[in-house]
């Protein structure tokens, strides 16, 4: 699968598993989870182009997408990666908590999302 598709499927599936949430749809939502995990992973096979390859979804028009992708990136992007998530950090609900937890485990030192 080339780079592009595999963008394409982590920011479906980061779209399709908020919608989920949002429905209180939890079975569905970790089906999607699992298949955004799976994307990341191929794309690291990769190596930093995979990593590189992702980062384009730090302009996504959904936010849930960028964050997701913000969240994945933070070893690789850091300061990119950071400003997405403290823009994201700034609203409220689900989405912008979620970018301030990435945000809280990475300066604990506690984020793992992509050990490298």
């Not at 939890?26 to 699992?34: E, S």
């Not at 799976?38 to 996504?60: E, T």
């Not at 979620?98 to 506690?110: I, P």
């Amino acid at each position: 699968m080339s780079l592009e598709k595999l963008v394409e499927a982590f920011a479906q599936h980061s779209a399709a598993q908020t919608d989920a949430i949002w429905r209180g749809d939890a079975k569905t939502g970790n089906k999607h989870a699992k298949k955004v995990n799976a994307a990341f992973d191929k794309l690291c096979a990769y190596g930093n182009p995979g990593r590189d390859a992702l980062a384009a979804l730090f302009m996504h028009p959904r936010m849930d997408v960028r964050v997701k992708a913000a969240a994945f990136l933070l070893r690789h992007g850091t300061e990119e990666a950071k400003t997405v998530l403290k823009d994201a950090a700034q609203g409220e609900g689900l989405v912008s908590f979620a970018a301030s937890e990435a945000l809280k485990r990475w300066e604990e030192g506690t984020w793992s999302l992509d050990p490298g």
